[in-house]
């Protein structure tokens, strides 16, 4: 509620008081007048005058300008006036969005239009308050906060509240607001090499189970072998998506390392786990 003299800030849909004030010891009688800033076609039934009170439900923009109200008795009159500023909720002026930085932490952003200038003798909004995470930032137009310690590859919707706060007049109501948004993955864990068996003396079959944590979508499992004895460069490289694998063309009674990792793909860029590798021995070939 507000008193004729104090100007106000509205918000669109929600319910105007103006209460005049006139001190008398004798009967007064009141009148009420809306002057738009433009030409606007008042809304048939939405004023209501009861009095030195006049309400308006569900007001709009149209409704915005001054409000007059005379007090007359039979000694004179006296005249007050407000100016009723209305603005569109904050849920429909702001936006809230949210971007993975990386696997632990997010970037939220709250975006607003430029905040109003002050019109002759309206209450000035000098910030919108935002409560994310219950904390409280006072912003003007836009900001933006960075929530880290958040688990991978994980979805979390971030809810924030918003209101205006004027200068010399009564907040808005917080205005609820909610984006979704996963965090970045990081790599699988290494997948889980059970068993090399099916050894002769060309061939072994390499079986593994899928990572504990994949983090994503297992695009594709590398298969790597060498002799133990060569270097790294050595390795011969395979890939499946399958979990398991043939090895061919060893040579007999040799001993080789055979390494496992798997892959994930993020924004088009491929995340490998560490690998997980077993040692064995070919069987040796039959005599001629």
Same mark, same amino acid.
């Given at each position: ?126 910030? !919108? ?6 904390? +409280?930032?006072? =912003?003007?137009? %836009?900001? #933006?906060? /960075?929530?880290?310690? @958040? ?73 790597? !072998? ?6 790294? +460069?050595?390795? =011969?490289?395979? %890939?499946? #998506?399958? /979990?398991?694998?043939? @090895? ?41």
């Amino acid at each position: 509620m507000y008193n004729i003299g104090q100007s106000a800030v509205v918000v669109s849909g929600k319910k105007l008081i103006l209460k005049c004030k006139a001190v008398s010891a004798t009967l007064l009688n009141y009148q009420w007048q809306l002057t738009h800033l433009q030409k606007q076609k008042q809304q048939d039934g939405k004023m209501v005058t009861k009095g030195d009170t006049l309400t308006i439900t569900g007001i709009t923009k149209s409704d915005e300008g001054y409000y007059t109200c005379k007090a007359t008795n039979c000694n004179g009159s006296a005249t007050g006036k407000s100016f009723v500023k209305i603005y569109e909720p904050v849920s429909q002026r702001c936006k809230l969005g949210a971007v993975p930085l990386s696997p632990s932490a997010i970037k939220v952003s709250f975006t607003c239009p430029p905040l109003p200038a002050a019109d002759q003798y309206s209450c000035k909004i000098t910030q !919108y308050l935002v409560k994310l995470r219950r904390k +409280k930032y006072s =912003v003007s137009s %836009s900001s #933006t906060f /960075v929530i880290p310690g @958040l688990m991978a590859f994980t979805s979390y919707v971030i809810r924030a509240t918003a209101q205006y706060i004027p200068a010399y007049c009564n907040p808005s109501p917080p205005f609820k607001l909610s984006f979704t948004v996963k965090t970045k993955p990081v790599a699988p864990s290494p997948p889980r090499l059970q068993k090399i068996d099916k050894v002769t003396s060309s061939s072994a079959l390499v079986t593994w189970s899928r990572p504990q944590y994949v983090n994503g979508s297992i695009s594709s499992y590398n298969v790597s !072998y060498k002799k133990q004895t060569e270097p790294t +460069k050595s390795f =011969v490289f395979l %890939s499946t #998506t399958s /979990v398991s694998q043939s @090895l061919t063309g060893l040579e007999p009674f040799t001993t080789y390392v055979a390494c496992v990792r798997a892959s994930i793909m993020y924004n088009k860029t491929i995340l490998w786990s560490l690998p997980s590798c077993r040692t064995f021995t070919t069987q040796q070939g039959s005599e001629a």
